[in-house]
């Protein structure tokens, strides 16, 4: 070409969770059958929309009305649903104009860190979800700024880290939070978000939550939301509907705007999120109507605690065979469903394998560990997949220094479920004993 094409930043978006993917086709096409771990899909996983869900959406769609345009922030119906939802909690309180729509919440993501001038940084969590981390890479031409999550204190926050890379570096102008937390399943202690909010307050920084799992907890753990504790903060909630349903294929998310007056600068970039949306026109339809429709039928709030009960002996029985595994560090989870499984680095080198009967296979992987220097942790994903057909995602993908993998719990069998982490269990014990190290 005459000139570059890529921004800086720009070869910062990446998305292991689907490029590992391309890996597992080419072993799928050698006739084995594989085990998809990698992504949050329930459907993939078996989980079967309830009739009455359907006939919702079916009734729907036989209106001509689900086939035009919405207003552009959303269905004025569904906006006040939403915001009664909100309200009833007691905290901070929102109307049907603080709630913008989006084709997903990856649409509302993207358009977020958009609109940012380069130098407003926004401080995540790592690991990170890397819809989150790639996104503000590449809107700040540079590696996205974090701060750690524990895998030796329940995956909780390092608040300490958190305050001091806040408070000497001035660029960074707001915090995200995932609750439920997307890759590790934590979810966050009230005391926890409040001290988020301390640190934003003493900074006049924005807070913004990804919340989309906050109604998928479960074992006796409630999600407590932003808005119960942002008092009159700038804040934004980031919701959707992909996984709560689910219909993770009709890509509709949205953002509350809390207290958007509270701050010029975040009255100007609400206004501004909803004027991108008015060019685009509006959001998918469909989805939108739905919502009231679904959340207020009375086999909502059973079809979702059943669900959330299911997760949640998945829950028990992943920590039942992972729990005590010499070399790994193992947090039982307790909101989404996912866990990260996070190696001690002291039991893992670059001479571990798994072994591996077909010479096709062998071919392979042989390729996949010569692209590159690869962190150890995708070292064993590649070994996983080739050798026990199982498709999961390194944690360094997630923005970490960290050397893991994350699963998830959406299985809806139990009994291959079970059979699954039995698989990894003594592949990971394999593995991890298949150096000269010796594992205490």
């Known amino acids: 070409m005459r000139t570059l094409l890529l921004r800086p930043g720009a070869e910062e978006l990446n998305y292991e969770i689907r490029g590992i993917v391309k890996k597992a086709r080419q072993i799928e096409s050698l006739g084995y059958e594989i085990t998809w771990e990698n992504i949050g899909d329930p459907i993939q996983k078996h989980n079967e929309v309830p009739a009455w869900m359907k006939e919702i959406v079916s009734d729907l769609v036989s209106q001509d009305k689900s086939y035009g345009y919405a207003d552009s922030k959303g269905v004025l119906e569904t906006r006040k649903f939403l915001a009664d939802i909100n309200n009833k909690k007691g905290g901070s309180q929102i109307s049907a104009e603080d709630i913008l729509f989006f084709n997903g919440l990856g649409d509302a993501i993207a358009k977020l860190y958009q609109f940012l001038i380069p130098t407003a940084r926004i401080i995540g969590p790592s690991p ?26 329940e995956w909780l926050p390092d ?28 979810v966050y202690p009230k005391e926890v978000l409040e001290a988020f909010v301390q640190i934003s307050r003493e900074f006049k920084l924005l807070l913004i939550a990804d919340e989309i799992y906050q109604n998928i907890t479960y074992n006796g753990v409630r999600a407590v939301s932003l808005a ?35 701050s010029k600068e975040f009255a100007k970039l609400c206004q501004t999120l909803e004027n991108a949306k008015m060019i685009e026109v509006c959001s998918t339809i469909l989805p939108q109507l739905s919502i009231p429709k679904i959340m207020s039928h009375p086999e909502y ?21 992972l729990g005590d595994i010499p070399g790994i560090k193992f947090n039982p989870t307790k909101g989404a469903f996912y866990n ?30 010569q692209e590159s220097v690869m962190p150890l942790d995708k070292r064993f994903v590649y070994y996983l997949l080739a050798s026990a057909h199982i498709c999961v995602v390194p944690i360094s993908s997630f923005c970490s220094d960290l050397r893991g993998f994350r699963v998830t719990l959406l ?18 014990r394999f593995y991890l004993n298949s150096t000269k190290k010796e594992l205490v």
Not at 348 to 369: A, C, N, S
Request: proline share 6%.
């Open 159 to 186: 608040m300490y880290d958190l305050y001091n890379k806040v408070k000497y570096n001035p660029s960074i102008v707001g915090i995200l939070i995932i609750n439920p937390d997307n890759p590790t399943g934590m």
């Open 228 to 262: 119960e504790v942002i008092g009159d903060l700038p804040a934004i909630s980031l919701k959707g509907i992909s996984k709560e349903f689910p219909w993770p294929g009709s890509r509709c998310g949205w953002m509350e705007f809390y207290n958007r007056n509270a």
């Open 411 to 428: 299985e809806e069998n139990e009994n291959v479920f079970r059979e699954t982490f039995l698989k990894l269990g003594k592949a990971i």
């Open 301 to 321: 709030q059973n079809y979702r605690e059943t669900q959330n009960e299911k997760i949640g002996r998945r829950s028990k029985i992943m920590e039942e065979i």
């Open 340 to 369: 990260t499984v996070v190696f001690d680095e002291k039991f893992l080198d670059g001479e571990q394998y798994l072994p591996i009967e077909d010479p096709k296979v062998q071919t392979l992987l042989t390729g996949w560990l």
């Open 128 to 153: 990170a979800y890397s819809t989150h981390s790639s996104a503000e890479a590449a809107h700040a031409n540079t590696a996205p700024i974090t701060y750690n999550l524990d895998p030796d204190n």
